[in-house]
């Protein structure tokens, strides 16, 4: 009964499918054609005519429409689908009713002799039982049973389905799934016409990763071939691993476009490289195998490369890759980058225009650009989260190590990056200039390790560096510019016409300019720009670097080192008209400022005047309770104010404070000209909107600053903190 009662239940899952089908088709219309991976492997074709074969297993191939979509599942996850839905209305709406018995049992696919079961478990660990079922009286009748049954399956094999039907619940797959879910069917897809090929992946998991070895290539999870574009939808939980010298999913082809997308909003994969693979992309010998042409627009995508591989891009060189949505997180591996190029090979022509992306490289790969000894070129952010780390000696969006960055460009979005040990935050790897950096939207933070936050890695330089917008925070660490060059290295040609800028050196390091022993030149700020430059402070060797100019400088004369600061260079501010360049040099504790100045210079307070309170105060008198700033713990900080035009900037020389006030103070200021609050803190810098303040309507505003992070507070919570005032 229990094979009777399977079987009618997979006629009627067979004969509603085909009803829904005819009744929602018009003739001669394309369709979707179904094929389960636990059935073998499935090798899909089209020819430059456009017509489409699909081979499984050993099989003859199927002609299929031109048109058709082709759907590839799990055989148990789509059952168990088909089943839920014919339970529910549509079984009522094709006139056939649910066909269940109070004890039915899917019975389990007939293993292979060789299978691999769970030690102990006669059943998929995830078969699920009702708590009445009949079960055998003792083992002897279990194993009649199932010889009965085995005995039924060979005298009916001629009546198997063909793949893209529902099949029996009984009926064995040619490879059956392990207990983890994953087959080891592959999948093959060639398309060399004009028209895109469309696949659709719903919940696949192929895990061939233990294929090939060091002299022998593997078998790739899934492999797209040929000239044509292919597309493929991601429904429910994918998962590819593939063997040695293979791409997780697999793209050698320099031809064709492969699209990842999730039009339908629930889809996932990750992908995951064998040795010399890439995540998506290249695989093969190493350096050899380039990942070209690949385009991701939705989805949760995670890309893991294996050994000198790339996340997403190749073995090889990594190139014309665009990121327009989704969440993308990439890791490259052993020198890869996380988007880009292999161990000793390039990423160009990378663009992200939305989604979020997390970029990580890994030994002297860079998080977007090259891999190890690698450059990074030709890249492109317009918008989306973009957060990239460079491995040890790689920049952050660049070059790998010994690799150049350049051509970047940042015109929108929130990106923030860090280099590696030695390398820029955007620019080059250790050992490599960064050249040709233009931002001109979008809030950008950048830091560097030895290297430049923008600009060149340790020993290289930086040129070429044009801000015409957007926020944009860069601080050196060990040695390197904020702007410029790395430690060892020059900053020159150096442009900022409009936005606001705050860069910060490195140990020694110039804000602007040079790193340690390096030179500045060649700085223009002009227009609108709003420039906070902070020389990097001494380590009690090395002297301080300069705010614009050059970094801490080292001699040796007569067999004696003689250390000196960081010389200033004159910036060119002939086209200033309402911005500013703020100098900071701290004394050795970080905290203390030893000198500041403005360009150009600002007007001396006025003791008469309403806003002008004394060098350091801790209120500015507005002839109201008035505006303060205040740690986050609510004691009161010294701060400067200074009305510049319509901005008042209020700068506090700490990293963490809070901008506190009443409504009083904010319509104070508005009678005076002011429109807009500047909150200036060691490494951050906010601007509020004096009219937006008001139209919330609360007695109180607040905006705090810890680091480079920022949190304005809403009416209510800023009321909340006034009793913290004092």
């Not at 380590?539 to 670097?545: I, L």
Request: proline residues 3%; aromatic residues 4%; glycine residues 18%.
């Amino acid at each position: 009964m229990k094979k009777n009662s399977a079987f009618r239940r997979a006629a009627a899952l067979m004969a509603a499918l085909s009803i829904t089908v005819s009744l929602a088709a018009p003739a001669f219309a394309a369709t979707s054609r179904t094929y389960y991976i636990d059935y073998g492997d499935i090798t899909i074709t089209k020819d430059e005519h456009g017509k489409q074969t699909v081979q499984q297993g050993d099989s003859e191939a199927e002609k299929i429409g031109d048109d058709d979509e082709i759907i590839i599942t799990t055989y148990k996850k789509a059952a168990t689908t088909l089943e839920s839905d014919l339970e529910g209305p549509a079984a009522e709406d094709s006139g056939f009713g649910p066909v269940v018995e109070d004890n039915y049992q899917p019975a389990p696919p007939a293993q292979p002799e060789d299978a691999e079961q769970p030690e102990g478990a006669d059943q998929p660990e995830d078969a699920e039982e009702p708590e009445d079922a009949d079960q055998p009286e003792n083992a002897e009748e279990s194993e009649n049973t199932e010889e009965s049954e085995n005995t039924d399956r060979q005298e009916s094999a001629g009546q198997q389905p063909q793949p893209q039907q529902a099949a029996p619940a009984d009926a064995a797959p040619a490879a059956p799934a392990p207990a983890n879910g994953f087959c080891k069917n592959i999948i093959t897809v060639i398309n060399n016409a004009a028209t895109a090929l469309k696949l659709t992946l719903k919940d696949v998991k192929i895990d061939v990763s233990d294929t090939g070895d060091f002299a022998t290539s593997g078998k790739a999870a899934l492999s797209v071939q040929g000239k044509g574009n292919v597309e493929i939808e991601l429904d429910g939980k994918n998962e590819l691993k593939s063997g040695y010298d293979r791409a997780g999913l697999e793209k050698n082809t320099s031809e064709g476009t492969l699209t990842l997308k999730d039009d339908n909003k629930d889809g996932s994969l990750k992908a995951t490289g064998g040795d010399s693979g890439a995540g998506i992309g290249g695989g093969g010998q190493w350096g050899d195998a380039s990942g070209e042409n690949i385009t991701i627009t939705g989805g949760s995508v995670t890309a893991t490369g294996g050994k000198w591989a790339a996340g997403i891009g190749g073995v090889g060189n990594g190139k014309n890759i665009t990121i327009t949505g989704g969440t993308v997180n990439a890791t490259g591996t052993d020198g890869g980058a996380g988007i880009g190029g292999g161990s000793r090979s390039s990423g160009e022509a990378i663009t992200i225009t939305g989604g979020t992306v997390n970029a990580t490289g890994t030994d002297g790969g860079a998080g977007i650009g090259g891999g190890d000894e690698g450059s990074g070129e030709d890249i492109t952010i317009t918008g989306g989260t973009v957060n990239a780390a460079g491995g040890d000696y790689g920049a952050g969006i660049g070059g790998g190590i010994s690799g150049v960055g350049k051509n970047i460009t940042i015109a929108g979005g929130r990106v923030t990056v860090a280099g590696g040990d030695y390398g820029a935050g955007i620019g080059g790897g250790f050992r490599g200039n960064g050249e040709n950096i233009t931002i001109t939207g979008g809030t950008v933070t950048a830091a560097g390790g030895n290297g430049a936050g923008i600009g060149g890695g340790e020993e290289g330089d930086g040129k070429n560096i044009t801000i015409t917008g957007g926020t944009v925070t860069a601080k050196g660490r060990l040695g390197g510019a904020g702007i410029g060059g790395g430690e060892q290295g020059n900053g020159e040609d150096i442009t900022i016409t409009d936005g606001t800028v705050n860069a910060a050196g490195g140990v020694s390091g110039a804000g602007i300019g040079g790193g340690v022993n390096g030179i500045g030149s060649k700085v223009t700020v002009s227009g609108a720009a709003q420039v906070t430059a902070t020389a990097g402070k001494s380590d009690g060797s090395y002297g301080a670097g300069a705010t614009i100019g050059d970094g801490s400088k080292r001699t040796y004369e007569n067999g004696v080192y003689t250390y000196s600061d960081g010389k200033e260079i004159q910036a060119d501010i002939k086209g200033l008209t309402t911005g500013y360049i703020h100098h900071i040099i701290y004394e050795q504790d970080g905290t203390t400022i030893k000198k500041e100045w403005w360009e150009p210079e600002r007007p001396k307070p006025t003791p008469d005047a309403p806003n002008a309170p004394a060098e350091e105060s801790n209120e500015v008198d507005l002839g109201t309770p008035g505006l303060h700033v205040e740690t986050l713990e609510g004691v009161l900080l010294p701060f400067n104010a200074q009305q510049q035009g319509s901005t008042l900037r209020v700068t506090s020389n700490t990293l963490a404070a809070r901008l506190h006030g009443t409504r009083q103070a904010l319509e104070a200021l508005q009678e005076q000209g002011v429109e807009q609050i500047q909150f200036v803190t060691t490494l951050k810098t906010t601007t509020l909107s004096v009219a937006e303040l008001l139209a919330e309507g609360g007695s109180w505003f607040a905006l705090e600053h810890d680091g480079l992070g920022s949190r304005q507070l809403n009416a209510a919570q800023a009321e909340s903190l006034k009793c913290q005032r004092r």
